[in-house]
């Protein structure tokens, strides 16, 4: 019902800024939660941040709280994720999902919540 596509990965050096873009399609984007996880090299995916489907709530894992703000578009059927102050332990594939909520303000947090997943993108920091 929903396919996602992530964009904007890439090579960064420490201390800087990427902006991470996921574009949904179907018409009923504005009913999912959005969120953006993270999988570095032999590490569990983790939730990064999330946003809900109202826009008007979002979580931060206290790692990038401070520095990265996710953002969605309704009208546009899209989420970013602006990523500053980067650092090296931010390195990993960054994957956007959508999952399905009873609610305009629920922020879930588990993977097994998210109903869609898009394919990731990479982002690379160097010191």
């Known amino acids: 019902q929903v396919q996602l596509v992530e964009s904007g990965g890439g090579l960064v050096q420490a201390g800087g800024s990427l902006r991470l873009s996921c574009a949904a399609s179907?018409?009923?984007?504005?009913?999912?939660?959005m969120g953006w996880f993270r999988q570095a090299p032999g590490k569990e995916r983790e939730a990064v941040t999330t946003i809900s489907a109202s826009g008007g709530r979002t979580y931060y894992a206290n790692s990038v709280k401070g520095r990265f703000t996710i953002s969605r578009d309704n009208a546009k059927s899209a989420v970013d994720l602006q990523m500053n102050r980067l650092k090296p332990e931010d390195t990993a594939v960054y994957y956007c999902?959508?999952?399905?909520?009873?609610?305009?303000?629920?922020?879930?947090?588990?993977?097994?919540?998210?109903?869609?997943w898009g394919q990731g993108t990479q982002v690379t920091v160097s010191s």
């Open positions: 999902a959508a999952a399905s909520t009873g609610s305009n303000h629920y922020i879930p947090l588990r993977k097994s919540q998210y109903d869609y």
């Open positions: 179907g018409r009923t984007f504005s009913s999912y939660a």
